[in-house]
């Protein structure tokens, strides 16, 4: 009993180091993350440290992350190590470009570059609301913004409406 029980306790131990260093790596490129320091965020992905789909911050994959700082050329990035973008995750990174779109309008750029990687404006998140939907019933708190506002409703629905359910199929994606 004696020579069973020291492998599996043995095996325990290993396992349970192997956990707290992923934990170890995920803390790691949430701080590099949050820093803007995305070249360690890389290494960490391309070493096998974390999966590019990490959901360390709050929840979020790395990709909204990227989003939120308009930074079209980590996103990219993110989408050649294989980022999600449709996946059950409260906020979808395609609804996170289109707040950013609303609020600044600065990123029209990363919209298109999600909907041609194949994000579907369709696709529900956790709670069963898909971006598009978040963008018909979207209205800015400021009345001196509803313009400005409608017209980007407008375009983003325009555009969206034009992806039909399940997103473009692009080369390689799953049949």
Do not use: C
């Amino acid at each position: 009993m004696k020579k069973l029980i020291m492998p599996v306790v043995a095996l325990l131990l290993i396992v349970q180091n192997s956990y707290l260093l992923a934990g170890d790596y995920a803390r790691q490129a949430k701080v590099a993350a949050h820093a803007n320091q995305w070249e360690a965020v890389y290494k960490l992905i391309d070493d096998g440290k974390i999966d590019v789909n990490e959901r360390s911050l709050g929840g979020l994959p790395l990709i909204a992350r990227a989003i939120e700082l308009n930074n079209l050329g980590v996103v990219q990035e993110l989408l050649k190590r294989g980022a999600e973008l449709n996946t059950q995750v409260w906020e979808l990174p395609l609804k996170t470009a289109s707040m950013r779109y609303f609020s600044l309008g600065d990123n029209m750029p990363t919209i298109e570059l999600l909907l041609q990687s194949g994000a579907d404006p369709h696709f529900p998140n956790t709670l069963g609301v898909s971006t598009l939907d978040y963008v018909n019933d979207h209205s800015p708190w400021d009345p001196a913004e509803q313009a400005t506002h409608s017209a980007r409703k407008q375009e983003l629905i325009k555009l969206f409406e034009q992806i039909p359910p399940a997103g473009i199929h692009i080369k390689g994606s799953e049949e």
